[in-house]
């Protein structure tokens, strides 16, 4: 039911909805805007309401059951009641939403759950949005107001992922963190599990044990362990490789975890384990200690009629595709992914550049820090454990020339290093680094004439006194590794393909001579319209599309030979949509498939690349 501000006051959520005005069928997961005919329920900004009513039956009471309730997301800000009591609520609209509910149910009885949504994005929230009153009576009725994004993509908005009600015993597995590492040709697991009680009956926590067991991938045992930490060392281990880069990629041992408690309490939980180890320098990524390039693809969480919502034939669909091109690994563009693609990113070896919702971020103040901070607690949260993913992105295309983007971004990406030390951390940037060959080499010389100085007197401190600062890009100094967003030949120079490969290789080397660190280009490409030829190529055409790729493909060939280039992404995996806009046909055509998945011609050349990379990748 949509909202003009009217819920709260009118009390909403203590009654069905349907008793407080007209409802409309909605499927959940989905997107609400595009599935019916009704153009304001497609446009809405503001607050829209959920309702359910369900049965629990009266065992998991008398059983001592602890019962929870998970939203996978709900898109963005949500309040949430139970029996028209205030439940929780959650700021964000891509992390999962937990409650225990155990106390507020009514069991072998009706319950109501009701979830109100807000999708209002403002400079407040992560991603930003603002929200444009129009006052002028003479053109705009009163009260008219549009909402501005700082990105391209549509705001979809809804519950997205599943809704589950589950049980626990009520000495439960809270959490469990998984480590793992390689000794020789044997693989380390170190685990550590922690528990709760939720007091229902006795409580005897003092006296709860664990357990485990670890299988293979087939389901057979491989040794048990006792304790709640601890280290399992497997001897031959099946490592956890990427696609095309091993035979059995994607492989998972399975942690059979039980925890029990002197009343007869027992929970388990099977925690896939992948093992590998990842590695970074200045200029190498690597996993098990083999060096990595990405080739792989921007995505987004988008198609006909659900928007956003989590559709499992789409998700097989999609990584049936990436298999196809022969890519190994996509970024989950600009927020983080459904927990069921993440499971098959696990399990197909596709690996994850997992980014944060915060596309787009200027205004770096603190109150904007501290929150960005904890959204990167959440996701490190969520997906720690997971094979897949090989790097937290903490955002995409931030407004880094802005001088508090310096503190800001060291803050942030040094928080997220102190959740999970194990993995690299970026940021995807677009700004322009001082485009000027001469800094770099100024740079350069200085680093010479202090190391220099240095080794002639190591017991001084070295100095330089400088007047301003030399970068106006300000992210970059705090990364592990160096992502770019750059569409020569589209959004500068466009027409002109000619000169991508200059630009591009001078480009790319600026940035790596700038902060001594790998590069990758995160974003390249142009839009197309299937089906529309033009030979010699011309903007939109297929034509234009695979040759501004082929020039591209030039440029990376030549920087990777240098050393210090770990990825080339295309933008994007498939067409998708947009807010409505004159550059914007259809919604953002940089697709290499349609937004109904059918290969353009793009996604053939991209197709032919990728298979020789990774034969490449294979030989070396
Ligand atoms: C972010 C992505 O979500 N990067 C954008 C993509 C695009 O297609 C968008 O879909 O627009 C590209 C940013 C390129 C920056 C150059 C801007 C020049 C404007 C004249």
Known sequence: ????????????????????????????????????????????????????????????QTDKQRVVLRLGSAH?????????????????GHLPIMADITTKLVYGKENLVTVAINNTLTPETIPQGTIVKHNDPSRYPPGYFAQSYNFDFTNYAGIHRPVYIYTTPQTFIDDILITTDINGANGVITYNVTHGNTMIGPSRSGEVGCSMKLLDNEGDHVTSAMGCQGTIEISNASLWWPYLMSENPGYMYTLLVAVSDADGNLDLYPQKVGIRTLGWNSTTLTINNKPLYLRGCGKHEDADIRGKGVDYALIVKDFSLLKWLGANSFRTSHYPYAEEIMDMADKEGIMIIDESPAVGLSGFDEALMNKHISVMQELVQRDKNRPSVIMW????????????????????VNSTKAFDPTRPVTCVLAVDKHSDLAVCKFVVFFRKVVSAT?????????????????????????????????????????????????????????????????????????????GYHMDPAWTWSEEYQAELMIRNFEAFDELRSKGYFVGEMIWNFADFSTPQGHTRPGGNRKGIFTRSRQPKMAAHVLRYRYHNLANDTLTN
């Open 1 to 60: 039911m949509l909202d003009a501000e009217k819920g709260f006051r009118e009390e909403w959520y203590a009654q069905p909805l349907s008793k407080s005005g007209p409802v409309i069928s909605m499927a959940v997961p989905s997107s609400y805007n595009d599935i019916t005919q009704d153009k304001d329920l497609r446009d809405h900004i503001g607050w829209a309401w959920y309702d359910r009513l369900f049965y629990v039956p009266s065992r998991w």
């Open 76 to 92: 963005y800000n949500s309040i949430i009641y139970l029996n028209g009591h205030s439940l929780t609520s959650h700021e964000g």
């Open 393 to 412: 992105s903490v955002g995409n295309e931030p407004k880094s020339n802005e001088a508090a983007a310096l503190n800001y971004f060291s803050a942030v």
């Open 454 to 530: 240095k080794s002639a007197d190591p017991s001084r401190p070295v100095t330089c006194v400088l007047n301003k600062p030399k970068e106006k890009e300000y992210a970059a100094s705090s990364l592990d590794v160096i992502l770019v967003n750059r569409y020569y030949s589209w959004y500068g120079d466009t027409g002109h393909l000619e000169v991508i490969k200059m630009q591009t290789v001078t480009e790319f080397s600026e940035w790596h001579l700038l902060h001594n660190k790998p590069v990758m280009i995160s974003e390249y490409g142009a839009g197309s319209l299937p």
